[in-house]
């Protein structure tokens, strides 16, 4: 506590000090102003300071602008400052103000012209440090459209308004013997144009379209196509007609007073098949043309192009198919086909037409819709032989083999007893080799062998 005593102490004493000889440290410090005296204290006691404000600044009214230091303190003074401002503005003639004005030193006020004029001078001004507006306000005058003209000589115009000012209206009148193509009022508009552009001219229809069809011809009467003049629409022979009226008159607005054209004939041909009927077949007629089962077909003459209306009639094919195994497997690939199944016994495990599985072998099957295509898929061959065939083969094997045992075993025996049997053996085995149907000299042989051993 004693420290903090001993540090306020000075300033205390300072204070006391100025009372004692009246003098102030510092000048008061007042917004935006300034004074007359030194910029740093101490100021002796009885000086007189006056304030001022800043350049931009205005004083306050009622405060007053000098400070005496007496005893030590100022008195006498009290000034405020504000920022200066400048006079109220209206906006000049056919203008107006754009956003928020600024009225104060250093801000600005923008204007702008109404639609159809413009401005001189600058749109942007700002409120200086002297409180007058810099640079001077703009002033904003009617545009002017540039003098209307067109190409052609023959335009008479009469004005409303002031001349070629913003607003104003020309009234356009042709010279006889043009006529006038747009509108006959144009207004001057803000963005300095007129708001259309007349002209006069003589009308030219151009070529009638039929000049470009086949099988008419036109005839220029007068030699051009002008407000007026007159072509003639002739069909070729045997071509048809369409209009009320094969003379065209070209109108004041430039187009042709009515259509006619010229529908073409056709030359009479079946497309392949062959055609007996007349040669030239008008328009919108039907000719007939034979189909392969001797009915006929039509075609149709339409502006030049023959077309088909009706056509021969479809003719389907039959397929039968004779189904063998009994797990043959159908792929039927066109939807619209028909089965006709026709044995009694055979069973359709698959109900739906493309895929059938036909069980019974003997199946016959009568295919009517001629894209179908069939796939038959045999999954397993039948044995190429029936089971007794091989019954037999084995059977006699057995046969053969069992004669050749027996006869070898009797040969045998006929051997162990020839010394006390030979002559009844030797009869014997004649007898059993001849069984063998074995050829005499062979026989013989066979006997020589034996007597040997
Ligand atoms: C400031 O101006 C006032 C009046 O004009 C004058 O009385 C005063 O002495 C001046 N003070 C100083 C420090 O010059
Ligand atoms: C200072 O002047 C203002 C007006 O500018 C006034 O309202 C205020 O009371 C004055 N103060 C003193 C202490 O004179
Ligand atoms: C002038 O103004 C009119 C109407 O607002 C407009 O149709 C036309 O295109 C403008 N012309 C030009 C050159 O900007
Ligand atoms: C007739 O056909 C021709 C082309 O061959 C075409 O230029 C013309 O416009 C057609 N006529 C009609 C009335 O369709
Ligand atoms: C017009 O049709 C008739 C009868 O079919 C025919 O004799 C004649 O040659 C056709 N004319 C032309 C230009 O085709
Ligand atoms: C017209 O129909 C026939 C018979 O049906 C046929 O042969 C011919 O291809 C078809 N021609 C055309 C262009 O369709």
């Known amino acids: 506590m004693k420290k903090e005593m001993l540090l306020i102490l000075p300033l205390y004493v300072l204070q006391f000090v100025d009372m004692v000889t009246g003098d102030c440290d510092t000048a008061p410090a007042v917004r935006e102003a300034f004074h007359n005296g030194s910029i740093t204290g101490p100021y002796s006691e009885g000086v007189v300071l006056r304030y001022m404000c800043k350049q931009a600044y205005d004083l306050i009214?009622?405060?007053?602008?000098?400070?005496k230091c007496s005893n030590g303190?100022?008195?006498?003074?009290?000034?405020s400052c504000s920022l200066g401002r400048c006079t109220d503005i209206e906006s000049p003639q056919n203008s107006y103000i754009v956003g928020q004005a600024g009225y104060y030193v250093g801000e600005t006020t923008t204007f702008s012209c109404l639609?159809?004029?413009?401005?001189?001078?600058n749109g942007l001004i700002m409120c200086m440090s002297d409180r007058t507006w810099s640079p001077?306000?703009?002033?904003?005058?009617?545009?002017?459209?540039?003098?209307?003209?067109?190409?052609?000589?023959q335009i008479f115009q009469e004005f409303t308004g002031v001349q070629n000012e913003f607003g104003s209206k020309n009234k356009i009148t042709c010279e006889s013997g043009t006529f006038l193509q747009g509108p006959q009022y144009i207004t001057c508009l803000a963005n300095k144009t007129w708001s259309g552009s007349p002209s006069c001219t003589i009308p030219n229809c151009g070529n009638p379209p039929a000049s470009y069809e086949p099988c008419t011809d036109v005839f220029y009467t007068d030699g051009h196509t002008n407000f007026g003049s007159q072509v003639?629409?002739?069909?070729?022979?045997?071509?048809?007609?369409?209009?009320?009226?094969?003379?065209?008159?070209?109108?004041?607005?430039?187009?042709?007073?009515?259509?006619?054209?010229?529908?073409?004939?056709?030359?009479?041909?079946?497309?392949?098949?062959?055609?007996?009927?007349?040669?030239?077949?008008?328009?919108?007629?039907?000719?007939?043309?034979?189909?392969?089962?001797?009915?006929h077909f039509k075609r149709k003459c339409s502006n030049g192009s023959l077309t088909n209306v009706s056509s021969c009639p479809v003719t389907y094919s039959t397929t039968t198919l004779q189904v063998q195994s009994p797990t043959t497997t159908l792929h039927v690939t066109h939807p619209k086909t028909t089965l006709h199944v026709t044995h009694p016994k055979t069973t359709l495990l698959v109900p739906h037409p493309t895929t059938l599985l036909v069980t019974h072998p003997t199946t016959t099957l009568l295919v009517t819709h001629p894209k179908t295509t069939l796939l038959v898929i045999h999954p397993t061959m039948p044995?190429?032989?029936?089971?007794?065939?091989?019954?037999?083969?084995?059977?006699?094997?057995?046969?053969?083999?069992?004669?050749?045992?027996l006869f070898f075993f009797y040969f045998r025996s006929c051997k162990?007893?020839?010394?006390?049997?030979?002559?009844?053996?030797?009869?014997?085995?004649?007898?059993?080799?001849?069984?063998?149907s074995i050829t005499p000299e062979k026989k013989e042989t066979t006997l020589i062998s034996l007597d040997y051993q």
């Open 136 to 153: 001077e306000p703009p002033t904003c005058v009617k545009v002017r459209c540039p003098e209307f003209s067109t190409p052609d000589a």
């Open 115 to 121: 639609e159809g004029y413009e401005m001189n001078g």
């Open 73 to 79: 303190i100022w008195t006498g003074g009290n000034i």
């Open 383 to 405: 044995p190429a032989y029936p089971h007794y065939v091989l019954i037999a083969v084995v059977v006699s094997c057995v046969v053969v083999f069992t004669i050749i045992a």
């Open 61 to 67: 009214p009622g405060g007053s602008i000098y400070y």
């Open 416 to 436: 162990n007893r020839r010394a006390q049997l030979r002559i009844r053996c030797k009869v014997c085995c004649q007898d059993k080799i001849s069984n063998t």
């Open 232 to 295: 003639e629409v002739i069909c070729h022979e045997n071509a048809t007609s369409i209009g009320t009226s094969q003379f065209l008159i070209c109108s004041v607005t430039g187009t042709w007073s009515n259509e006619y054209h010229c529908l073409c004939s056709c030359i009479g041909d079946c497309g392949g098949s062959v055609y007996t009927g007349p040669r030239n077949v008008k328009h919108d007629t039907q000719i007939d043309c034979p189909c392969p089962d001797g009915s």
